[in-house]
């Protein structure tokens, strides 16, 4: 099979031709269809993620059919199609799993970094991090639901959300276009924030019933002007600006983070101690939900579809975001 490979930290991706690995009891070789690109791809490119070895497949949205069943998985059918996301498997023995917690697990597994991921046209995967994606919702579709829809809706349905909210949505990318669809959908009144006025169109489109361009306007007393919002859902990094966006949460307000930032968060203490404001974060979420409720909302990505061999110009595109919005690739197979 064809694989895209990193060798070593901070090496190159690099096509390569490989044995099809072969199931062990308790996982499936999966058939894949499609792998989206995530910015958590660059932890297997960079390295710096605990118990990473290389070499290493990354990929952690990934779509495809299972094609070969290990002697202990009966849950599955060949044929049938599945998809794995960031989490790749728990023990179900730790103290987290006793609790149902299995995304919390003390000896989880990661798709695409403790184990080779969905960049290669075949992959195995643990049958218990498997999902069901429906006929009628396309590989490439669900592929990105996976990781950045999983992470968005989980976040919003986190923050306690509810119809008729003010929900602000900053940054219009990956992340941020499917963020203000669920928010749309959800019901909520939904503002997106951006730099400069080319995403306002589309935002619009998405549904968004408000766009602030942060480079013209303060946004947090745009926000404030309009009630205060009861969630603020902040996709893109940037330390600075987040902070200042505390300013337009609603008394009891949620500023939840779903992206990972370098610049350290200054964040001012005045509106946290005077509106019992908070700040969090916010990783994964239930996938079988996200794929349920984008399917009956009509939730989609937008996406830019590579083929396998162009993994290194599509991860780029990804990461200097000029990908609108979603990079995926797809198996010639
Ligand atoms: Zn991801
Ligand atoms: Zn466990």
Redesign the pocket.
Known sequence: MRAIQVRAAGADFELIEKEIPQPKEREVLIKVEACGI???DALAKEGGFPGLSYPRVPG??VVGTVDKLGSAVSHWKVGQRVGVG?HGGHCFSCSPCREGEFGACDNSLTTGLSTDGGYAEYMIARSEALHGIPEGLSPLDAAPLL?AGGTTLGALRHSGAKGGDLVAVQGMGGLGHLAVQFAVKLGCKTVALSRGKQKEKLARQLGAHAYIDTSAAEAAKELQTMGGAQVILCTAPGGKGIGELVGGLSRKGHLVLVSFSREPLQIPSVPLLRGARSISGWVGGNLEDTIHFSVHAGVKPMIEVFPLEQAAAAYNKMMDATVLFRSVLKMMN
């Open positions: 995530c910015h958590g952690h949205e960031w990781c």
